[in-house]
């Protein structure tokens, strides 16, 4: 391994809003369309929500500036960063956590996202263009997910398409599909979400979403909805330390994160406000788990004039909000291969992604297509969900406990704050801010890993 003493020339956004609609094209993907509305429907429904938003402000938007101003500052990829900014440490470990999370975890999202496509597919072929029963619906998706070929293959596909955008360099892959389309994704949620509220049994669903229901939370519910805070704001993995490093000394990070932070959940709560009612109203269960937004969302395009075309239009959206996250997944570990063992980003791209396609099949294969993945044997769940619990979850809750304690006491809220004072606007919230970092998350965070581990409730 090589000690990168001097940064290699880097790639940066051209532009203000190009940085923040490539993070906000990282933060927003399949965790708020896919993983928010089951992770919510598991956990019991608004009771959650609350927590979850608690968790985003209280935490998620801090841990965000600090990665931000952490990546800015250095100019590195997550471990090059702390190596930089702690040198001889092992504080790099908490970077190498990352590169490691970010490989697990785009080995399961693209399973997901290469779902998307499928359903786009066959939302254009006409599968789903007549009325569609929740049974009808739900079995659809069992056979889909079932065939071991087609699982593989899209996943293969979705990977291939990732490495070829993060192969081209940073301003014009990223940006230039983020600038477009979020705009567009936008409008059709808030379309969709339009509809759904106004079907016939919506008000169960918007019960279940927005009435909290204290009796229902349970030891899992703060991991969940803190993992899931994480996961959505693509914190705890060094993602936002790589893309800090490419932002501009210009750029106002309290206002890039704020925004980032309010955007992404926005678009969650929007996807929560499409999915319950819409499940309600065709008389799914909430705890369907990974199917969940696949089972639900047929039944609704049925009820829509041109369903079909609204339909296409969906998933071809969410599988290009998908891509801008994918992205930002497979860019921490290139990047790091790039800077630390002096690859080509050629070498770089193509390994790390046949190493994520041979990690991915197993949860690829885990809704049905293999036994033994889909019900994990002791375990409980299938390969896929523990994924997602292991990394998705406590990977990213760990890591950012270590990014916290590391900016907070290590780096020092002085270094930081000069940082983020960098583009010459005084940094008003200070104090607040390195209240939260050095006392609110780590302590927030530390309690809810004793807390699993006392109650033992890990999945
Ligand atoms: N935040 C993305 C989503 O919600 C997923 C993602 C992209 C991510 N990059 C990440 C999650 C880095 C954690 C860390 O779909």
Not at 213 to 220: R, V
Not at 258 to 285: K, N, R
Not at 367 to 374: D, I, L, R, T
Request: proline content about 4%; aromatic content about 14%; overall charge neutral.
């Amino acid at each position: 391994m090589t000690t990168a003493s001097s940064p290699a020339p880097r790639g940066a956004f051209s532009s203000r809003l190009g940085f923040i609609l490539a993070a906000s094209g990282s933060a927003i993907g399949l965790g708020n369309i896919w993983r928010f509305p089951y992770v919510v429907g598991e956990n019991g429904g608004a009771a959650f929500v609350l927590i979850y938003l608690a968790f985003v402000f209280l935490i998620g938007a801090a841990v965000m500036l600090a990665e931000l101003a952490l990546g800015r500052s250095t100019q590195r990829n997550p471990v090059g960063a702390f190596k930089a900014a702690a040198p001889g440490s092992l504080w790099r470990l908490v970077g190498l956590l990352g590169v490691i999370t970010g490989v697990a975890i785009l080995s399961f999202y693209g399973v997901i996202a290469g779902w998307t496509v499928g359903y786009f597919v066959k939302t254009v072929a006409g599968d789903f263009a007549h009325q569609m029963t929740a049974d009808e619906s739900t079995a659809l998706f069992g056979t889909f997910v079932g065939s071991p070929a087609t699982s593989v293959a899209y996943l293969a596909v979705f990977l291939a398409v990732t490495a070829f955008v993060v192969y081209g360099g940073i301003a014009g892959g990223i940006e230039l599909v983020a600038k477009i389309l979020m705009p567009v994704l936008f409008a059709l949620l808030l379309f969709l979400a339009f509809r759904s509220v106004t079907l016939s049994g919506a008000g169960d669903g918007l019960r279940f979403y927005l009435a909290p229901d204290f009796s229902k939370i349970t030891a899992q519910t703060f991991p969940a909805a803190l993992g899931q805070a994480f996961f959505s704001l693509s914190l705890g993995m060094g993602a936002m330390i790589t893309y800090g490093s490419y932002i501009s000394k210009r750029e106002h990070l309290v206002s890039a994160a704020g925004i980032v932070c309010f955007f992404d959940t926005l678009i969650a709560l929007l996807a929560g406000l499409i999915i319950f009612p819409a499940l309600f109203h065709a008389g799914l269960s909430p705890t369907s788990g990974v199917g969940l937004v696949f089972q639900v969302l047929p039944t609704l395009f049925a009820e829509l004039p041109a369903g079909q075309l609204f339909g296409a239009a969906f998933f071809l959206l969410l599988a290009i909000a998908a891509l801008t996250s994918t992205i930002s997944l497979l860019e921490v570990p290139v990047s790091y291969v790039i800077d630390e063992w002096g690859w080509t980003r050629p070498r770089a791209v193509t390994v790390v992604t046949i190493a994520t396609l041979i990690i991915g099949v197993p949860s690829a294969l885990a809704s049905g297509a293999v036994p033994f993945f889909s019900n994990l044997p002791g375990v409980g769940t299938d390969f896929l969900s523990l994924m997602s619990i292991i990394f998705g979850n406590y990977s990213l809750t760990i890591g950012s406990l270590g990014l916290a304690l590391f900016v907070g006491y290590r780096w020092g809220i002085t270094a930081a704050s000069a940082e983020i004072e960098a583009d010459g606007t005084p940094f008003r919230v200070r104090k607040a801010w390195g209240f939260l970092v050095r006392v609110v998350s780590p302590a927030g965070i530390t309690a809810i890993l004793i807390y699993i581990i006392a109650t033992g409730n890990y999945f």
